[in-house]
């Protein structure tokens, strides 16, 4: 029982959903008022119970750092052996991040499966043993970074969540070497 100035106060908190509240508060006025009616208010609380999850995957991929608009010894002098004429390549590991609300009927926050699904469908297949300048739609114009590779999986993934979920990618170029999109 909680008491404020005039006035009793019971609560009864009920919580049969992890994450959701409904609290009752029965107001009385206390003895040396007039008792007109009960006075009842109903508040319902609610707070999401956001949930990261994070897939992994891999992929080989080769690049060439290159702006066409420089000279060849600008290239070289901005993007050292990133340069190379004939290409170089990394292991690539990802981590794609999903947040939202865990779905009381299934708790899950999204279908694991269908996320590894998906990653394998459009970003593996699409990139792994690939040439990402010369192979890839998304990288003929634009250069292969890191940075740029990180936004390009974003974009491609987001367009297949729904809205309901947030993404966060994390892409590894090398085990030092990490990109983050969106910062």
């Known amino acids: 029982m909680f008491k404020g100035e005039g006035t009793q106060v019971y609560r009864k908190t009920k919580s049969d959903l992890p994450g959701y509240n409904l609290v009752l508060l029965i107001c009385l006025p206390d003895e040396n008022r007039e008792v007109t ?4 208010q ?5 707070h999401t119970m956001k949930v990261a999850v994070i897939r992994r995957a891999h992929f080989n991929a080769a690049h060439r750092l290159h ?10 002098a901005v993007f ?18 999903v947040t939202g609300e865990v779905d009381p009927e299934t708790g899950y926050v999204i279908d694991l499966g269908w996320l590894a699904d998906l990653v394998k469908a459009q970003i593996e297949a699409r990139f792994d043993h690939h040439n990402l300048n010369l192979d890839t739609v998304e990288f003929r114009d634009l250069n292969p970074s890191a ?3 990180c936004v390009v999986i974003w974009q491609i993934l987001r367009t297949h969540l729904p809205d309901r979920y947030d993404l966060h990618i994390r892409l ?11 910062a």
């Open 37 to 40: 009616a009960l006075h009842l």
């Open 147 to 149: 940075e740029n590779i």
């Open 80 to 97: 050292g052996l990133c340069n190379n004429p004939n290409y170089h390549g990394h292991n690539y590991e990802l981590e794609v991040k």
């Open 172 to 182: 590894y170029e090398t085990p030092r070497n990490f990109v983050e999109y969106p």
């Open 42 to 46: 109903f508040y319902f609380f609610t």
């Open 67 to 76: 702006n066409p608009a420089w000279t060849d010894e600008r290239n070289r």
